[in-house]
C-alpha cells in the first residue's frame, strides 16, 4: 500500500464511522451499576439507589401490540407488515398497577398530548417543533427509523407522531430513560433513540403473529377462535397470560400486551414476563374474531426478528 493510499484511508475513515450504523452514540452509562446489586424490578427486597440501573418505581414494563385491519394513511404509504402485529409501545407501570405519564415537559415531543392535562390539572403543553423522525437522523440511524416505519405504524395520525407520543408519555417517567443516566456527555435526543431502539428489541421478544400462527391461529374472517386457545398459545411460549384487548363488545381481537419484570435496564436486561395485571376485554364465551387486514392495507416486509 503507498503513501497516498494510508493518508486517504485516514482522511476517510471519520467519514464513514459517521455514515454507518453506530448505536453507541446513544447508550447510556451503566459502569456504575456494577455498584449496586442487580434484581429483578419490583422484587427488590433492600431500596434501589441508582435508578439508572434499574427501571424505578415503573419497574412493571409492558411491551404493548396493535393487531389493526387499516391505518387511514395508506394514501401515504403508511401501511401495516405482514405477518406481523405493529408496536404500540413500551410502559412502565408502578408494581401495584398504577401508572405516571408526561413526567418532564422538557422532553415533551407530542403534538397532541392525550391527555391533555396531568390529573391534577396542569395543562400538557402540544409540542410543535421538528418531528422525532429528525432526532433519529440526527445520529445517523436510518436503519432504526426504517424498521419503526414498517413495525410502528400508527393508526389515524402520522407514524412520527405516535412515536413522540409513546416517548413522552411513557419514556420520561421510566428511569432508565432519565437524562442523567446519559453522563457527562449527554447529547440532546440521544434518549429518544435509545428508547427507540429499545422499543423495537422489547418488541422482537414478542412475535405475536408466529406464536398464534404456530397454533393454527391465523387471521380469518371466516373462522373465530375462543379466547382460551388464543391465551393457551402464548402461554405455552412465554410462561404467562398477556392481556388480550378487544372491540365490538369483546369480540374483536385488537391488542396485546406483554407484562414483565426487568433484569437490568429496560434497554439492555432480561424480561420475565409475567401474568397480566389488567382483565381482558376480550369475551370468555363468544367467539373472537381476529380479522384478515385490507390487502390494500398491508404489504410485505423483510421478516422482523432477522432484520439486523
Ligand atoms: C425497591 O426499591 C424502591 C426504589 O428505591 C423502593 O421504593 C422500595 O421500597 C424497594 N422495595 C423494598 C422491598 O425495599
Ligand atoms: C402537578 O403534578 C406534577 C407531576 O406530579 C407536578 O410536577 C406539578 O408541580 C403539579 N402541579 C401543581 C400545580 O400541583
Ligand atoms: C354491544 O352489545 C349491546 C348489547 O348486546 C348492543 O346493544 C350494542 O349494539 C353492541 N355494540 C357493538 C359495538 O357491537
Ligand atoms: C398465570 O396464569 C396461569 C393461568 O391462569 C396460571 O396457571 C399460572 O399459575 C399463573 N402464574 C403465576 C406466576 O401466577
Ligand atoms: C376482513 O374483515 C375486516 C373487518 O370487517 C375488513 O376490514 C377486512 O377488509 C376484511 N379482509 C378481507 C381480506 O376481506
Known sequence: MNRLSVSAITLLAPVLVFAYY??????????????????????????????????????????????????????????????????HGLWPDNCDGSYEQYCDFSRQYDPNPSPTALPNGTVIPPYHGPGVDTFVKEFGRYDLLRTMNQYWVSQGSPNNAFWAHEFSK???????FDV??????????????????????????????DMLASFGIVPSNKTSYPLSQIENAVFSQTGAIPYFGCVSNGTVLSEVWYFNHVYGTEQYGVYKTINSTTASTCSSTKPIWYYERNPGSERSVEHPYYSR
Open 170 to 176: 411513557h419514556a420520561t417517567c421510566t428511569s432508565t
Open 180 to 209: 442523567a443516566c446519559y453522563g457527562p456527555q449527554y447529547k440532546e435526543h440521544q434518549d429518544v433513540v435509545n428508547f427507540f431502539d429499545a422499543v423495537v428489541r422489547a418488541f422482537k421478544y414478542f412475535p405475536t403473529f
Open 22 to 87: 453506530s448505536p453507541q452514540q446513544t447508550l447510556p452509562d451503566l459502569s456504575s451499576c456494577a455498584h449496586q446489586p442487580s434484581v429483578y424490578s419490583c422484587e427488590n427486597t433492600t431500596v434501589i439507589k441508582n435508578t439508572c440501573c434499574s427501571p424505578t418505581p415503573g419497574g412493571l414494563v409492558l411491551q404493548t401490540q396493535y393487531w389493526d385491519t387499516w391505518t387511514g394513511f395508506e394514501h401515504k404509504g403508511q401501511v401495516l407488515p405482514e405477518g406481523s402485529w405493529t408496536i
